[in-house]
């Protein structure tokens, strides 16, 4: 059970409304502290001409990362239900491909990271969508972090030669 004990001065959402508003969260919660973790893992392995911009940018990503997934897991919160960001629930729960242990040259960098955002940005469209029939006021955070991912996706797709990611 996920869902707080005392439900007598939460939002009047329904229970199992609230369940599901709650996952979805969760399986947001999820990635991206898994993007956030592969990021880092990034900003120190890229190697190659674009080093430095590439290791300033993903800490500016990670920061984002952060930050939102600190404000979905309040908002799930905030309708009584338990967010779980602990390691093994990430590790047995992420959808995101890990990412390879090694130096990885700067264009596999660019490449890897527009796969996975790209495929993170488009299961939290899914999901917003879906918060839209359920709660609004849940949606909104879902909705930031989509705009978020679709503008990180853009900067590190404009990195390839011609825009597209092979
Ligand atoms: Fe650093």
């Known amino acids: 059970m996920t869902l707080t004990a005392n439900t007598a001065q939460l939002p009047p959402l329904g229970v ?17 502290i898994d993007l956030s973790l592969l990021g ?5 392995t890229v190697v190659g001409p674009l080093f430095r911009p590439l290791h300033l940018q993903l800490d500016e990503m990670i920061d984002s990362w952060r930050e939102l997934s600190d404000t979905v897991a309040e908002r799930a919160v905030a309708i009584g239900f338990i967010p779980d960001g602990r390691s093994a629930t990430i590790a047995s729960d992420t959808p995101v491909h890990a990412v390879e242990l090694g130096a990885l040259e700067d264009r596999v960098v ?10 993170v940005a488009e299961r939290a469209r899914a999901r917003m969508d879906r918060l ?9 955070v879902v909705i930031e972090v989509v705009r978020a991912l ?10 390839c030669s011609n825009g597209r990611v092979r």
């Open 16 to 32: 199992h409304q609230r369940e599901e508003v709650g996952q979805q969260l969760q399986a947001t919660l999820v990635e991206l």
């Open 40 to 44: 880092k893992q990034l900003h120190w």
């Open 150 to 159: 679709e503008e990180q996706l853009w900067m590190i797709r404009a990195q």
């Open 110 to 119: 660019v490449r890897d990271l527009a796969h996975r955002l790209a495929d």
């Open 132 to 140: 839209g029939e359920l709660d609004a006021a849940r949606q909104d």
